[in-house]
Nanobody, 124 residues
Framework: VQLQASGGGLVQAGGSLRLSCAVS????????MAWFRQAPGKEREPVAS????????HYHDSVKDRFTISRDNAKNTLALQMNSLKPEDTAVYYC??????????????????WGQGTQVTVSS
């Protein structure tokens, strides 16, 4: 499985960005996909996850009601719509895939495949 994240950029606080993750190389083996983020000097943390086929998204408390994770199985893409962005959302965002179907938020160690990351910077 290969993952390619895109869509990051610089935005003012209160603005929006939409991240996308292109999935290739055997999507039949994917059970769950997720977005993570890592700010400078901090550990990588989960943002949201969603089963690849059916099911709803789950969110870290810090992004609930602001971010929405979605998938398009026909186009083999994962997306993260980020609204009401805050300076503390500044980080490199990564998409990840796991062959197991998981419900809820899981740590980075649970995921086998990773994209290269895309930078999101929110100015105050």
């Amino acid at each position: 499985v290969q993952l390619q994240a895109s869509g990051g950029g610089l935005v003012q606080a209160g603005g929006s960005l939409r991240l996308s993750c292109a999935v290739s190389g055997g999507t039949f083996g994917i059970g769950t996909m997720a977005w993570f983020r890592q700010a400078p000097g901090k550990e990588r943390e989960p943002v949201a996850s969603i089963p690849w086929r059916g099911g709803i998204g789950h969110y870290h408390d810090s992004v609930k009601d602001r971010f929405t994770i979605s998938r398009d199985n026909a186009k083999n893409t994962l997306a993260l719509q980020m609204n009401s962005l805050k300076p503390e959302d500044t980080a490199v965002y990564y998409c990840a895939a796991d062959p197991r179907r998981r419900v809820g938020i899981w740590p980075p160690s649970a995921y086998d495949h990773w994209g290269q990351g895309t930078q999101v910077t929110v100015s105050s």
